[in-house]
């Protein structure tokens, strides 16, 4: 089984590489977002106690998180794997994912990060809020906020697979094609 935490901030391009990856290797994307949307739209129990979170502001509890990503994992017994995508975001979801993947004698096979500049990141990430209307990529404050949540978040994950030797940056700069070969590579070589 892939399974592959593909990390990078905003505009690295995850969403566009996360896309490429799945239709090549046949994996099952699990976004934490689109999973806390659809369990709140579906009215699920899950769903119901992190809006109770997310409406005070606060963080939706690591074992909350951890409830809907183990019912999607399990909703796909047949998976050839999973790209987890926005998880694990602090040491203990990390620790939290390796005992979920445990459970169904799996692991995590890598973690990728796409590694981009900060500067090109502002651009892409503006150049983004011109095209699709989204407000949170059309201020230049709350851009830099995103990017600094991001490293602040990040660097205890990194950290932890970089013990087990499951990290692997990858340059998030050029050719969309290029950066997916590259990515493509990394996960060959494992």
Do not use: W
Not at 21 to 32: E, M, Q
Not at 40 to 65: C, F, N, R, W
Not at 126 to 142: F, H, I, M, T, Y
Request: aromatic share 6%; glycine share 10%.
């Amino acid at each position: 089984m892939l399974n592959i935490v593909l990390f990078g901030p905003p505009g690295a391009g995850k969403g566009t590489q996360s896309e490429k990856l799945i239709n090549k290797y046949g994996l099952v994307h699990l976004s934490t977002g689109d999973i806390f949307r659809a369990n709140i739209k579906g009215g699920t129990e899950l769903g119901t106690l992190a809006k109770s979170y997310i409406d005070k502001g606060q963080l939706v509890p690591d074992e909350v998180t951890i409830g809907m990503l183990a019912s999607e994992v399990n909703k796909n017994p047949n998976a050839k794997g999973f790209i987890f995508d926005g998880f694990p975001r602090t040491h203990a979801q990390a620790e939290a994912l390796d005992a979920l993947l445990s459970s169904i004698n799996s692991t995590i096979t890598m973690m990728l990060a796409l590694e981009v500049e900060e500067d090109e990141l502002r651009k892409r990430l503006l150049l983004r809020g011109k095209d699709s209307g989204r407000a949170d990529d059309q201020n230049p404050e709350v851009i830099q906020n995103r990017i600094n949540v991001y490293n602040n978040e990040t660097t205890p994950v990194k950290h932890f697979y970089t013990k087990q030797s499951k990290y692997k940056g990858i340059n998030g700069i050029g050719e969309i094609d290029t950066i997916f070969t590259n990515l493509c590579e990394a996960i060959e070589k494992k």
